[in-house]
């Protein structure tokens, strides 16, 4: 299993590198900036998503919950969680078939053209 990503020290230091006093470890360019840990795993398309943190414990538990995610088949990329309602919905009715298409009616919240409020799918 990937384990997080220690941004801020060098994972192959040169012989002769200096330490840095508070880790004990070769300092990268971006020591000390942002936060520390990074957790990176690949989304069911293969695309390589990425998350930082301050403490290495919470970016080893969020990598563990994307990665089951991902495996299990319920994973939602956290940029498509501000996905509005109404986006979904014109989807998913776009995708159905209907034995009386008449049903739907312009004023029905599937048909998405409904002014339903501005929801986030992740609230």
């Known amino acids: ?3 997080p990503y220690d941004r801020w020290h060098k994972k192959r230091p040169q012989p002769g590198e200096e330490k840095c006093r508070a880790h004990g470890k070769v300092p990268s360019s971006e020591h000390g900036r942002g936060k520390r840990w990074l957790a990176r795993w690949r989304d069911p398309d293969g695309q390589q998503q990425s998350e ?3 403490r290495y414990e919470d970016a080893r538990q969020h990598l563990t919950r994307m ?4 495996d299990d088949g319920t994973y939602i990329a956290p940029k498509n ?8 919905a014109k989807q998913w009715l776009a995708n159905q ?3 009386n298409p008449g049903r739907i009616t312009s004023t029905s919240p599937a048909s998405g053209t409904t002014s339903s409020g501005p929801w986030e799918i992740s609230s």
Do not use: H, N, P
């Open 97 to 99: 078939t209907f034995s």
């Open 1 to 3: 299993m990937a384990e």
């Open 67 to 70: 990665r089951g995610a991902v």
């Open 81 to 88: 969680g501000d996905t509005l309602f109404k986006t979904v």
């Open 52 to 54: 930082s943190f301050d």
